[in-house]
Each structure stands twice: as C-alpha cells, then as structure tokens.
C-alpha cells in the first residue's frame, strides 16, 4: 500500500535524495525548479564568529504525476533542521495568532467540542495554536522537540518535548485517553516518513475524531510566486487533491476545506474516516479548481520561468539601487528570507543588516549562507537607511504600517512577485 523505498534521513546527521514520491511512491519524479545549493535556514552563526565550514544542500522541488504531489528532492536529517535551539517562534506574528482563534472559532462550533474533550497539537511550537483551546476550558496537549515547549510551559500549555511518531501517539492515548481532535499547522508538509505520522495520528484519534491540518497552498505559492517558501524543512507542497489523495490512503477523508491568509496563502482541511461525517460542498469545489495532468505541466513550465525572471528583476532593483549609493537593510528574517537571499546571491556587501523586533532569537547572528547581520530594529530608525527590503513580504502590509508609525522615512520594497515600493 505505501511506498517501499522510502527516503529516511533521520540519524543519518546528513541527507538522503528523495528517489520515489513521498506519498504513492511513483518513481518518476519531474523536476520542476532547482534553486541551487542552500544552506538549512536555521544555521545561523553568530555575530564575529570566525568562518567555519557549512553544510549546504541541494533544492530542488518535484512534482509527482501519479499523485499530484509537489516535493522536495531531498531529506535532511531533522536533527539539523529543527535543532533545540530552533528560534522560530508563532507567538510573535499577529497573523498566526488572530488565523488559530478563528481555527478555534470554527472548530468549537463545527465539531460541537465538549468542555473535557482531548485536543492534541503536533509540532505545537511555543502554544499559539492551542492557548484558545484552553481557554474554551478543553484539554490540550502540545507535542513539539524544540526548546520552545519552555515557552509553552510558561504559558500553561502542556507540551511533550518529543518528535512525534506511532510511539508517542500510542504513549499519549495510553495516558490521556483518543483524542476528538488532532491538529497539526505548519509541519504537515515538514516531517518525514509521513505515511506513520498519517498511522499515528488515526491511533491517537476518537472513532468520531477529526485531524485538522494547516499548510502552505501549492496553487497559491505557483500565482505568487513563493517560491521562498521553498526549503528543506518542507519535503512536501500540498494542493488539496494531493493531500485528499495521501489521507485516503489511509481511509480518511476530507470532508471540509477552504484557503486561509498565512505564510501567504495556505489551506485549511478537515478530515475524518471516511463516511463518519458528510463531505461539504466546497471541497469539490476547491479539487476542481486545481490544475492536474496537462494543466499542471504548463503551469510549472510558466512557474519556473517566472521564478527566473523574477531573480534577474530583483538583481536589476539591487544594482539601480546600489549604483546611486543607496544604503539597503533588511526587514525581518523568516526562514523563507534564507531561500530568496541566497538564491538571488544578496549578501553583506549588498544588505548592510536585518532587522527584527527586540526579544527576537535572532538578533545576534548572521543571515544563513551570509554574513549579513541581524540586529534589533531601534538601528533602522537611528540610521535612516534609504532603502529597506520587506523579506516578511507576505505581511509587508501590517510591517509597514508599524515602520512608519515608529519613524522609518526611507523605501520600502517587496521583493516578490516582482519588486515593488510599497
Ligand atoms: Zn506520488
């Protein structure tokens, strides 16, 4: 039923190539977009250190025929992707944190949750998603391997600091009883061997239960051209009849979906076991909407050129800039800033710094593959610079709003789709 010759990268402290899809395990993957060797977005060195040796990775994104899932090409070794000291936290981005109360909104009423029922997250993150569960007086629990569950515990949310895997689902229903929700936002698409995530999330579920999952929107990254959202912590690029087609393998069943404004585009599907509950009408309408087959291909030759164009736009901005003596910095360092700096080739020569709020984790160390600092952001109003890139251009709105309010006078640009001054 599942692919034999599953990719496994973890403990090997290295990479494996991905040779056979993911999810059907098809073995003629087409490529779709290479983007070069990257370093992992979470290697940041600090401020001064002396220059050592790297590891870098190829990245490369493939689409899979047979059933339509879009992938990475490789599998690195989650110890050296989500290390412990992982800075990334959801608290901080008011997006998130408005997009999980309306997730709380919508599945209290939809699901009719009763005050006791068991709500699990997987890769929980510092809480953000589930604190609204706890407040509507539901047992949560977080499962998350990073430190960040210290940020979670602070604010009372029970997190388990493990991977989670068909053994913890097994530890937790032991202890804890089915849960009548799973969720996982944002690491769906992140985890490897997916098909015994997929197991150990139906063990863990009530008979009646329902796995909510958040991820970024294949079709949505193609018409924006995200494709800095492309790097090795997601080995898979969801549209909904890819994911549709990974969870029936299973026996689940999506019985409702819809797209939702984080990371620039994502969906939101909700999945049962199949027959338990009555599919609505919108998730025919959204498959239907897809492109696959031919379609698809003529999309992703279309996407690929763009990508390029795109690059060589940027560059050309850079150059025009940089020519009249412009001082550049950089607003904000997501992961995603990570692909687009070391793709289009910025570094420290061209961004002179990146700026983040105080309390950022970031602060301190250097951009990854550069040697561009990251500092907190009371420089950009000290310095005035002429120019600021917006590399959290997916929230460029709600940033610039806050830089002006706090005395940023210079230029604002978006990197992407096409450069643009906001
Ligand atoms: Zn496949």
């Known amino acids: 039923m599942f692919p034999e010759k599953v990719a496994r990268a973890a403990g090997t402290g290295a990479s494996v190539p991905i040779e056979c899809c993911q999810a059907c395990g098809h073995a003629l993957l087409e490529n779709v977009l290479s983007l070069g060797y990257m370093p992992p977005v979470n290697q940041m060195v600090a401020i001064g250190e002396v220059a050592r040796q790297q590891p870098w990775f190829p990245t490369n994104l493939f689409y899979c025929a047979q059933c339509e899932l879009m992938q990475l090409g490789l599998a690195v070794d989650p110890a050296i992707i989500f290390p412990p ?15 999980f109360r309306e997730l709380y909104s919508e599945a209290s009423v939809m699901l009719k949750l009763g005050p006791r029922d068991l709500v699990v997250d997987i890769g929980s993150n510092d809480g953000t998603l589930l604190a609204p569960f706890k407040l509507g007086d539901h047992r949560v629990l977080g499962i998350e391997p990073t430190d960040v569950v210290k940020i979670a515990a602070a604010r009372g949310i029970p997190t388990l600091q493990r991977y989670f895997t068909p053994e913890v ?61 492309v790097y090795h912590e997601h080995l898979r690029y969801y549209s909904l009849g890819s994911l549709a087609n990974l969870l029936r393998m299973h026996g689940l069943e999506v019985f409702h979906a819809r797209p939702i404004p984080t990371h ?88 002179d710094y990146v700026c983040e709020i105080p309390g950022s984790l970031k602060i301190g160390k250097t951009m990854p593959g550069t040697a561009i600092p990251v500092v907190e952001e009371s420089r950009l109003f000290e310095e005035q610079p002429d120019c600021a890139i917006v590399f959290s251009w997916h929230i460029a709105e709600e940033l610039a709003l806050k830089l002006r309010d706090k005395g940023f006078r210079g230029k604002l640009i978006t990197p992407l789709p096409v450069p643009r001054e906001i």
């Open 169 to 229: 689902a097994a530890a937790v229903r032991a202890e804890h009883g089915p849960a009548r929700v799973v969720t996982a936002a944002n690491c769906f698409a992140h985890i490897e061997d997916i098909h015994s995530i997929v197991e150990g999330i139906l063990h863990l579920l009530a008979p009646d239960g329902v796995f909510i999952s958040e991820s970024h929107y294949v079709i949505g990254l193609m018409d924006r051209l995200q494709y800095d959202t």
């Open 85 to 99: 000291e992982y800075p990334y936290t959801s608290g901080t981005t008011r997006l998130l944190r408005d997009n």
């Open 264 to 351: 620039g585009g994502s969906i939101r599907v909700y999945a049962a076991r199949s027959g338990v509950r009555p599919v609505s009408a919108d998730v025919a309408a959204m498959l239907a909407a897809e492109p696959r087959g031919e379609a698809m291909r003529a999309r992703l030759v279309t996407f690929r050129k763009d990508v390029l164009l795109s690059k060589l736009r940027l560059l050309a901005t850079m150059r025009e800039l940089k020519e009249n003596g412009a001082r550049i910095a950089g607003i904000s360092a997501p992961s995603r800033a990570s692909t687009l700096i070391n793709y289009v080739g910025l570094d420290e020569a061209i961004i």
